[in-house]
C-alpha cells in the first residue's frame, strides 16, 4: 500500500511538532494505539530529522513524513532520516522534481488554480490545501475540484473533530491534515494517553457510522405488498414505490424478491466507505468486494460479508 493509500484509509494525517526528538517514539505509538497509523512531523523545529529517524526506526507500522517542507534542503534530509513522503505548505517545484526523480510521495500546497494546474502537469494527483479556513474551506474545495476532477485535496487548517465528518464525506477530499489530535502542548507535557484518546474520537467523528433503514427480504411482489400494507395501514407510514423494493417510511424497505441476508439487510450510513473497511476489519467484519457498486468512480455500496442476527449489513456513502 502506498502512501496515499494509507493517507486515504487513515482519514487523518496527523501535523506533529516536536521540540525534543525523545518525544517522537512515545508520540507515534499514542497515535497507532488511537488506529491513525501515519504521523508529518513537521520542519519548524530543530528536533525534526531526529524524530523521523526515531520513528522510522523504532515504529515500523507507522508511516512517518515530513512537513513543512520548504526548501531542497529539507527534503534531502528529511528522505535521508528516513521520511516516507513530503508534505510542503507551498507550490516549489524542485522539492517535486526531486521526490518524483527519486520515488517518494509528495504532496505540494496548492490554493490557485495555476498551482493545481502546475501539479496536474507534473503528474500529481493529491495536493495539500493550507490553510483551509483562511482560502474558504470547503465551499472553496468544491469550487475547485469542478474543473480539475482527477485532483484530490489533503486540507489543512481549521479542521477538527467537530467538522472532519463533512470534510471526509465530500468526494473531493483524500484525507485531511491537523494538529488537534496532538497538540505541542500534550506532547511535551507527555499527555500520550489523552492522545489516543483525540485519536479515537476523530476516527469516530470522521466515520460517521449511522443507522439508514432496515430492509426486510419478500418472496415475491405479493407478499412485498402484504407486508407494504401492514406498515400504512397499522402505522400511517407513507409507502414508495420502487422497481425492486417498497420504502415504507424512509426507514424500512420491503424487497419485491429475497436478496442477500436470510432476513433482509441492516444499511449502515458512513462519511467515506474506503475509510470504513479497514476499521470494521479490525474487529473481525470484512467487506464482500463482489457487491461493491460505483458512482462516477466512487465507492458508494458495499456488502460485509458476516450476517447479524440473520441480516447482511449493508454499508452506504453518505
Known amino acids: 500500500m502506498n502512501p496515499l493509500e494509507r493517507f486515504s484509509r487513515a482519514c487523518i494525517v496527523p501535523v506533529v511538532v516536536l521540540d525534543n526528538a525523545e518525544d517522537a517514539v512515545p508520540t507515534a505509538k499514542a497515535l497507532l494505539a488511537g488506529g491513525i497509523d501515519v504521523m508529518e ?16 526506526s523504532a515504529c515500523p507500522d507507522m508511516l512517518v513524513g ?15 532520516a528516513g521520511a516516507g513522503f513530503i508534505v510542503s505548505p507551498g507550490f516549489d517545484e524542485e522539492i517535486i522534481k526531486y521526490c518524483i526523480k527519486t520515488g517518494i510521495t509528495v504532496t505540494p500546497g496548492c490554493v490557485a488554480p495555476s498551482e493545481i494546474m502546475s501539479a496536474v502537469k507534473l503528474g500529481l494527483s493529491v495536493v495539500k490545501f493550507f490553510p483551509a479556513n483562511v482560502y474558504g474551506g470547503l465551499t472553496a ?3 475547485l475540484s469542478a474543473p480539475f476532477p482527477g485532483i484530490k485535496f489533503l486540507p489543512t487548517g481549521g479542521i477538527n473533530s467537530h467538522n472532519i ?51 426486510i427480504n419478500c418472496e415475491n411482489v405479493e407478499s412485498s405488498t402484504e407486508v407494504s400494507n401492514f406498515f400504512q395501514t397499522a402505522f400511517d407510514f407513507p409507502l414508495k414505490d420502487g422497481s425492486s423494493s417498497v420504502f415504507a417510511s ?5 424487497l419485491k424478491s429475497p436478496n442477500l441476508g436470510a432476513y433482509g439487510h441492516i444499511a449502515i450510513r458512513t462519511n467515506n466507505i474506503l475509510c470504513a473497511v479497514p476499521e470494521l476489519e479490525k474487529a473481525g467484519f470484512y467487506a464482500d468486494t463482489s457487491t461493491a457498486k460505483y458512482k462516477d468512480d466512487r465507492l458508494v455500496a458495499l456488502y460485509l460479508k458476516q450476517e447479524i442476527g440473520g441480516f447482511a449489513i449493508h454499508l452506504l456513502q453518505k
Do not use: M
Not at 170 to 180: C, D, E, K, Q, R
Open 141 to 143: 474545495l468544491k469550487s
Open 165 to 215: 465528518g463533512d470534510y471526509i464525506a465530500a468526494p473531493f477530499i483524500h484525507a485531511v491534515g491537523g494538529s488537534w489530535i496532538c497538540t505541542r502542548k500534550d506532547i511535551a507535557d507527555g499527555n500520550f494517553d489523552k492522545i489516543t484518546a483525540l485519536c479515537r474520537e476523530a476516527r469516530q467523528n470522521a466515520l460517521g457510522f449511522e443507522f439508514a433503514h432496515l430492509g
Open 250 to 254: 424512509p426507514n424500512i424497505e420491503i
Open 66 to 80: 515530513a512537513g513543512t517542507v520548504i526548501n531542497l534542503e529539507q527534503c534531502k534530509a528529511a528522505v535521508s
Open 41 to 56: 512531523i513537521t520542519f519548524r523545529t530543530a528536533a525534526a530529522k531526529d524524530s523521523i529517524a526515531a520513528v522510522a
